[in-house]
């Protein structure tokens, strides 16, 4: 079989971390099989669509490495083809106008409620004489269009990931409206089961991959199917991705949106690989790290979980670090130039270069985020340093006035060379000309240069800051901190 798969966004938000997950199943299925990944954009619903969102999705899913091959589709340049679908559902009896009011349907549903009885609609205006419909247009009602569902019936489908389902024809909360009419009676816009339903089988969509919320719609899609005469397609519902209390992620998580995973400094790749342990493990499934080809060569639904996937920060941490640590050096400056230049840092993204990369070997070990390079370099690109409260305490303790200056008297002698031998040399001369601790030293100089009590490695912190004409400054500034 010919394996085409679709992810079908609705341009209402920005990617969801939900949604982009989805397209990473699908498109993993459609490579494994060498099939065709398929972006349809579901935009029917005007007043929530926005052309920003659907900048952010197809950005988004580029951005993942998530390439369509077909598309985008736009459903809202597609509206005769809904509209010759139910006109068609309209002739054959299958779908009739429902001109009841939305005052008529709360009513109808308190009174449900009264009863102890489930939300549906009751199928009251199914069989409307023409007088009765030729009587609610002379009032101006507005018709919607219905597609006609029967209780008596169980709808069943074997889905890849979850088994044989089965649904109950009266479990579907009665006849679904499948369109909004005019006032005039003709068909107006489309609503989502009816458009998926006549797109994925224009698009001959083989295999229809989506999360288990839209369970219920498979069971409403699966009548039109066979209303319509088309081949059912196979169903795969991926679980669900839940927060840490087991409920499903939502805004109130913070972030959810992949542009906001991108902003605090995850990388694509990274990022796609956790996306594909959510829910998915892989045969060896001590494996953690792979990239999507591999993922897709070893991808099927047997190892896809029916429970929930929980998304853990920790685990996508570990492996945002994992990617880091593994990046070439020049790739991983390059990828941190954008944060620097957002922290307003003051540097040369060409002059500076050579410094800039040894900025990043120095952090590159303990690198868990992008995002993060900018606080853990901060002391090496200000020009005012501030010392920390603690730093400040270190400063003040009794041999730290001698220690620095028994650092700052060589080192103002030696001028711009400066090698990590040469800075020992003056530290060891110091410890001994003062009788100092050897601690003693090195955490007050972490202090005057650094500005705090932790941080990366002090002797190539010290180079560093060397080369930008910054450790003298502060050693002497330190010396006032702490002879004052
Ligand atoms: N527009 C739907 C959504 O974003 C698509 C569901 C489907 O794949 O059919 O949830």
Redesign the pocket.
Known sequence: MTVRV?????PTGNLHIG?AR?AVFNWLYARHHQGTFILRV?DTDEERSQPEYTENILEGLRWLGMEWDEGPYFQSERLDLYRDAIQKLLDQGLAYRCYCTPEELDEMRTAQKERNEAPRYDNRHRNLTAEQEAAFQAEGRQPVIRFKIEDDQTITWKDLVRGPMHWQGRDLGGDMVVARATASGEVGQPL?NLA?VVDDMDLNISH?I??ED?IA?TAKQILLYQAFGGTVPEFAHTPLILNKEGRKLSKRDGVTSISDFQEMGFTAPALANYMTLLGWSPPDATQEIFSLSDAAAQFDFERVNKAGAKFDWDKLDWISSQYLHELPLAELAEALMPYWQAAKYDFDPVADRPWLDQVTALIQPSLVRLKDAAEMTQFLFTRELTWSEDAQKQLSQDGVAVALQGVIDPLAAAGFELSAETAKSFINSTVKANKLKKGLVMRSLRAALTGDMKGPDLMESWLLLHQRGEDLKRLQQALEIASA
């Open positions: 679709r992810i079908a966004p609705s949604t989805t579901e989502y998926v229809v989506r999360g839209h719609n």
